[in-house]
């Protein structure tokens, strides 16, 4: 029971990794196409991750805003009330690319 447990946690952290990669190339495309100053994504298991922080945008006008990607509205329900003043966008698999920065723009 415990490695059918482990075989889907990690499977799971594994979708959030290809998702979390998804939204890194967006931001990136963002920068170089001036939609957006900079970003930073946190390392895994630091401090800013802890803190329920995925990546930072600096927006042009130099507002900063820190927000989590989560894969399912479960996970972002959960983080919601977790840490409820850190912004949540969800993005799955099949989401598309304008969705995505629709969304990251919005939080601006």
Known sequence: MRLIENQRREKEEEKGRRIERRVKELLEDLVKRN???????????????????????????????????????????????????IPVIVVTEKETLEKIQKAILNLE
């Open 35 to 85: 939609k957006i100053k900079r970003y930073w994504q946190s390392i895994p298991n630091s401090p800013t991750d802890r803190r329920g922080i995925d990546f930072c945008v600096i927006f042009n006008n130099d507002r900063e805003v820190r927000f989590q990607v989560k894969s399912s509205n479960l996970g972002a329900e959960k983080h919601r009330k977790k840490y409820p003043k």
